[in-house]
């Protein structure tokens, strides 16, 4: 398996406009995390969602941002419209049912709001 | 609510020194606990787990950890450093039943040559 992959690797957009960040999980996995990262507050987890339903929202910073999950191979994270202070670095994970299990990461969309 | 911390922003040590790096942690019951690396540009990797059984725990790379119960901590350690160690370094912790993982804020690791 070619590992959780994501899309763009990197996102420069203007205040204001509307950003999709996508992300194809590992084949089997029935759990997929969206974390964002930032100097200031670290790792934060966003969402997750298990068997494309969302579990956790409670990350969410604001109404901006959406999350989906329409089948078991993709999903996305939208901000719309996307502020200064977004720009981050936006992380998807997957993992295995159990909970004893570890999580793997993408590489991460850098985001950069102008 | 669970927390995770990782004390220390920074760690330096001379390549072939042993090294630590300091993770405590706040959670109901007993946790599951992790530790991954990041490297620049790059998503996390696992680098190990502590699930249960034996609290010495051995993962990728050399490293290991040690979970210590009563005071609460899962150090990360390895015998012998290399200069490829280099890296940020995150603690996280899962409840028991739970998915919701949460991580330290990270330790930077140098090794010197």
Same mark, same amino acid.
């Given at each position: ?60 910073? !604001?109404? *901006?941002? #959406? =999350?989906?999950?329409?089948? +078991? %191979?993709?999903? @996305? ?5 996307? !502020?200064? *202070?977004? #720009? =981050?670095?936006?992380?998807? +994970? %997957?993992?295995? @049912? ?17 | ?113």
């Amino acid at each position: 398996d070619a590992g959780v992959i994501q899309s763009p690797r990197h996102e420069v957009t203007e205040m204001g406009q509307e950003v999709t960040l996508r992300c194809k999980p590992i084949s089997g996995h029935d759990y997929l995390f969206w974390y964002r990262q930032t100097m200031m507050r670290g790792l934060e987890l966003l969402i997750y969602f298990n068997n494309n339903v969302p579990i956790d929202d409670s990350g969410m910073p !604001e109404d *901006r941002f #959406s =999350a989906k999950m329409p089948n +078991a %191979s993709f999903s @996305t994270l939208k901000i719309q419209p996307s !502020e200064p *202070r977004d #720009s =981050a670095v936006y992380f998807c +994970a %997957s993992s295995l @049912t159990a909970a004893n299990t570890e999580a793997f990461f993408g590489q991460g969309t850098r985001l950069t709001v102008v | 609510a669970q927390s995770v911390a990782q004390p220390e922003d920074q760690v330096n040590v001379a390549e072939g020194n042993p090294l630590t790096v300091k993770c405590t942690y706040s959670v109901s019951g007993n946790p599951y606990l992790f530790w991954y690396v990041q490297y620049p540009n790059r998503g996390l990797q696992f680098l190990l787990k502590y699930i249960t059984g034996d609290n010495l725990v051995k993962g990728s790379y050399g490293f290991e950890a040690e979970f210590n119960k009563s005071q609460t901590s899962f150090h990360l350690k390895k015998p012998s450093a290399l200069v490829s160690d280099s890296a940020l370094y995150f603690c996280a912790v899962r409840e028991r039943g739970g998915f919701k993982t949460i991580f330290g804020a990270g330790t930077r690791l140098f090794v010197k040559a």
